[in-house]
């Protein structure tokens, strides 16, 4: 097997609460390969951000890692100690946000926060500032020498979000992670994004977690897609195949419902109907099994398991299981 | 920058005038006559006379008014009423002490209350958080001579370790430490708490944000990320507040000055007070009320300096 | 620590309404021959240099404190919401000049401007409410300020105005409830700092003239006695403290239950 940047195997993960415990991640398998950009999608509270945090067990004090391994690099990260955790964070694990007005520090310049990742460099200074404007510079900063100095609310948005991303690649990690990266820019912003990563990616040959909601973004750099759904991956495979031979019917609709693909004029757009389920109480069947288009008696009362749809394609369905009957 | 720092002075600057105007015209507006309550109840008319003539106090107030400021600007306090000495040396010799004072309080109350506060935040809601809680409120309430009472109970005369009286021996400086020590704690913990709580509710409204979960995900220690990421950004709320501190801490030199008989602004104004000495109060009062309004306007300029965020803006 | 606080509270407020009826001693008589008698079941807290029974004297002082305390402070959260109510709706040269007065008294430490006060006006117990008042007031007025000028500019204070509603039912129907809460709480809240300074300034012979059984009195004739008659002292300060904290307590507990936003930092 090539090698596997991260080996995640049945990862399910509570939020402890005053009441029943939040299960915001129930038995999540998926793999990252070495040199590969894989796409994690989902709407809003399916888990996405919740897993990449897993990842870097940056989660909050109330997480609670019921059953799973997260392999990096054969090593399984939910046994580290914090210390060896942190060894790891920024410099073979980085991370970029969501939101770069938030995520970089107000009061320290760039030129700084990008020095302080270097702590466990002890080179001289010089030595630092030149990787860090290099680093600058890779990503489409201009004058990077000069903006070391200046600070995240001297810069737009497009470029926080570039000087986020040169930080995380400054270490030349082995996974990257970048959590909705793109969410909070415009089109153009989001075009330039999405080649730059493909870039690095191309350059480090690191490995990229892409994590969105956008399909269209996801359909642009992606190799692999994961598709999250109420904590559970419901669907999983190569980019051609989910896009062109999507199996799980969520998937579908989401790929239906996507804006770009309407070709005559109507006054409706698509939905999915209903809610996102309860997940201090799930289903005892199919999490997706209310929202279902084609949900029949089984799907209430029993757990669908993952069935294979083709080479590396997966999807977690009863029809599947039916199908192949 | 510059501009911000003028309009903050000037506003001050204002607001010391007016504070002037008005213990100015307190004397003019109260009833009876100003020498006769000046000199109490042992005035006999010549001493009044002689008074009266002395402060111009029938001259127009117009121009009792302009008297008034220009002996100011020229560092004339007036003369005290017995011993005839200028108020402004008075209050020279005296002000250095207080001033100690208040700083070695303040060292005492940002030595306690900042770590104690930012332990809080980072360990919310285990004990040291609660007790540091109740210990916060518990110094704020008691009132410092309260404080200061005990504590010469306790280390003085029951321990015999401190002593009570006076600033210690001039030259000294292990005798004047000593004399400092109860005076300063006393003057001090009553803003543990004050501080400790600001400090505590910055660092958990800093700790809150994305840019410290950054700075963790780039495996940064997380003593390097208190230190130089949350602490960096809480205190300048603190630094605010400990302007504050000044104008409470002046009046609780006062009580402190007395207990301790130690020289000071406080204890010039209160034997002053005792003896309806007004031209020495007065001249204590401007000088106190001065050092307050400058402080304030010193504070806000130090935060703005100190946050690039507002610096860029202004 | 809220119930704690109300507890403490209560025993002061009840020593200060049946004070009269539970002290064991006249607090004001004196009897020499029994003086400098350390404590004991007798006298629960010694006698002083005038053989007057502490315990007595104390709970005497309750009476004085919160009188003064509860007092003051009432005038100044009328005059305080007066003022507030003029600078907030009135012309914006009334709101400066009053601000600019504000401002001004904040300047002077609050201690510091009770003595000015008494220096010009003698000790009595009038000087002392009126230094109260002249402290407390500011803080009020800015309270009351703040809140009208917020909702004099409020959409639903503009369409009840269309509406024909007079200047006047805004100001008690809409203004006052909204602004009561919060001046209450800070209200509360500061009746420790004037039975503090209360007791200050009497400690330091400007405030409660003698024979009154201020707590500050008692400090202060303890203190000269302090190497003496320890007791003297550490009896005086005691009320002070069940008093501050007791209120500061209940005030920050009472807070907390009203401010949602501060609860949801805990």
Known sequence: MTDLVLDIRNLSLNFASRGAPVQALRNVSFTVPHGEIVGIVGESGSGKSTLSLAV?????????????????????????????????????????????????????????????????DRSAIEVKRRKASDALTRVGIPDAVQQLDCYPFQFSGGMRQRIAIAMGLMQRPELLIADEVTTALDVTLEAQILHLLREIRDEIGCSIMFISHNLGAVAEICDRVVVLYAGEVVEQGPIGDIFERPQHPYTRALIACDPARIRDATRELPVIAGDVPNLR????????????????????????????????????????????? | ???????????????????MVMLFSALKFIPGDPATIMLGSRANPEMRARITEELGLNDPIVVQLGTFFGRLLQGNLGTDLWSKRPVAMMVMENLPYTLLLIGIGLGWAALLGIPLGCMSAVKRNSFIDKFTGVISVGTI???????????????????????????????????QAMHLVMP????????????????????????????????????????????????????????????????????????????????????????????RNFPVVQGGVLTTVALFALIMPIADLLVAWLDPRVRANL | MGTVGFVLVLIVVFCGIFGPWITPFDPLKINV??????????????????????????????????????????????????????????????????????????????????????????????????????????????LTRTATLTIKNSEYIQAIESLGASKLRIIFVHLLPNVMGPLLIVASMDIPSVVTLEAGLTYLGMGIPPPAPSWGRTLQEGYTLIQVAPWIVISGGIPLIITTLGFTFLGEALRDLIDPKLRRMR
């Open chain 1, 56 to 120: 870097m067990q940056l989660l909050a004090d109330n997480a609670r890692i019921i059953e799973g391994q997260m392999l990096f690099g054969g090593q399984d990260l939910l046994k580290l100690s914090e210390a060896a955790m942190r060894d790891l964070r920024g410099s073979r694990i980085a991370m970029v946000f969501q939101d770069p007005m938030t995520s970089l520090n107000p009061v320290r310049s760039i030129g700084q926060q990008m020095l302080d990742i270097q702590h466990r």
């Open chain 1, 281 to 325: 109480t799930p289903p005892p069947g199919c999490i997706f099994a209310l929202r279902c288009a084609q949900v029949f008696d089984r799907c209430l009362t029993a757990r669908p398991t993952d069935m294979m749809c083709g080479p590396d394609h997966a999807a977690r369905c009863h029809l599947l299981a039916q199908a192949s009957r």
């Open chain 2, 1 to 19: 920058m510059l501009f911000y720092a003028i309009q903050r002075i000037g506003l001050s600057i204002l607001i010391l005038i007016t504070s």
């Open chain 2, 141 to 175: 309430s008691i009132p410092s001579f309260v404080v200061a009472i005990y504590l010469i109970l306790i280390f003085a005369i029951a321990l015999g370790w401190l002593p009570v009286i006076g600033a210690g021996e001039k030259g000294d400086w292990h005798d």
């Open chain 2, 184 to 275: 300063s704690f006393a003057l001090g913990l009553g803003w543990v708490g004050y501080l400790a709580r600001i400090v505590r509710a910055s660092m958990l409204e800093v700790m809150g944000e994305n840019h410290i979960r950054t700075a963790r995900a780039f495996g940064l220690p997380e003593l390097r990320i208190i230190k130089d990421y949350a602490l960096r950004i809480a205190i300048l709320p603190t630094i605010t507040l400990l302007a504050v501190a000044v104008g409470s801490l002046l009046s609780s030199a006062v009580f402190v000055e007395a207990i301790f008989a130690r020289p000071g602004i406080g204890k010039l104004i209160v034997d002053a007070a005792s003896m």
């Open chain 3, 33 to 142: 021959p029994d003086r400098f008698q350390a404590p004991s079941f007798t006298h629960l807290m010694g006698t002083d240099n005038l053989g007057r029974d502490i315990f007595s004297r104390i709970i005497a002082g309750s009476r004085i404190a919160l009188t003064i305390g509860i007092s003051t402070i009432a005038i100044a959260l009328v005059l305080g919401m007066t003022l507030g109510l003029a600078a907030g709706y009135g012309p914006r040269w009334l709101d400066n000049l009053l601000l600019l007065i504000f401002d001004s008294i904040y300047s002077f430490p609050t201690v510091i401007l009770g003595l000015t006060v008494v220096t010009l006006l003698g000790a009595s117990v009038t000087t002392l409410m009126l230094v109260v008042i002249v402290i407390q007031t500011p803080a009020y007025a800015r």
